[in-house]
């Protein structure tokens, strides 16, 4: 077995080669649309759901639509451990490095994105958006977003450009945009089925719009440009979660569409 590959295999993974031959936007053609991701992380206890975030990126590359990945350079709030899902008190981690293994070292930081550069913006859920993203988890209707996600959700909603969340991320949109539709899946737990849905109840104290739906919906919010859907609020079937989440890329896509 030959094994003379594995060092140049090595260094094609360090960090500065990745830089060397990542770009800005994944492209696929010239006027595909351009489509910004924003991550909080990795892992859905404390950063991103991987999942979701990776059925967004095959979704929009399906629709021969290109993309960038941003996150906020940002200490998280804590590191959970995915096995036990207890907290690991002195253990740091960078927002923006570990969503770099999601995005395979193509990232950016999130102060870099820029409303000009994209057609629309999409968060994937995980408890990162109610942890690293806004303080939601600790602090409810209380919560606080922080501000580059502030601008880049407002930047967009002024731009009249379309915007998409899931899971539990819409809950970012509750609180910057008053008024807005969203859905977190369905008001009541149903056997278990929702988890999380006393979170819709928070989403109406900020002065959303709470659209009850099912794993097999989006909600559209065509005056604000905004599209929705439950994805991992619903406890399903991981196909059932990547199929929801193209839903809700498609119906960004299409926002888009209108607007050229």
Request: net charge negative.
């Amino acid at each position: 077995f030959d094994t003379s590959f594995l060092p140049q295999m090595y260094r094609l993974a360090t960090r500065q080669a990745l830089r060397c031959f990542s770009t800005s936007f994944t492209s696929l053609q010239p006027q595909t649309p351009r489509v910004a991701i924003v991550l909080s992380g990795c892992g859905v206890y404390d950063g991103t759901e991987i999942h979701e975030a990776s059925a967004t990126m095959v979704h929009l590359s399906r629709e021969k639509s290109s993309y960038a990945i941003y996150a906020p350079d940002v200490t998280q709030m804590h590191v959970v451990c995915h096995n036990s899902g207890e907290v690991e008190e002195d253990v740091k981690r960078n927002v923006l490095s570990e969503s770099a293994r999601i995005a395979r070292g193509k990232i950016s930081p999130l102060s870099e994105l820029k409303v000009e550069d994209h057609d629309a913006v999409i968060f994937p859920g995980g408890f990162g958006a109610a942890k690293n993203l806004s303080t939601f988890a600790t602090e409810g209707p209380e919560m606080s977003v922080l501000p580059d996600v502030e601008s880049v959700i407002k930047g967009f909603h002024s731009s009249n450009k379309p915007m998409g969340f899931c899971c539990i991320a819409p809950i970012l949109a509750a609180k910057v945009l008053p008024g807005v539709s969203i859905t977190l899946g369905k008001e009541e737990s149903l056997h278990g089925r929702f988890p999380f849905h006393e979170a819709t109840g928070v989403a109406k104290k900020l002065g959303a719009k709470h659209v009850p739906k099912d794993i097999d919906d989006v909600v559209v919010d065509h005056a604000n440009k905004v599209v929705t859907s439950p994805a991992f609020m619903c406890d399903t079937a991981v196909h059932e979660i990547f199929d929801n989440v193209g839903q809700m890329v498609k119906g960004v896509l299409k926002l888009i569409k209108s607007e050229k």
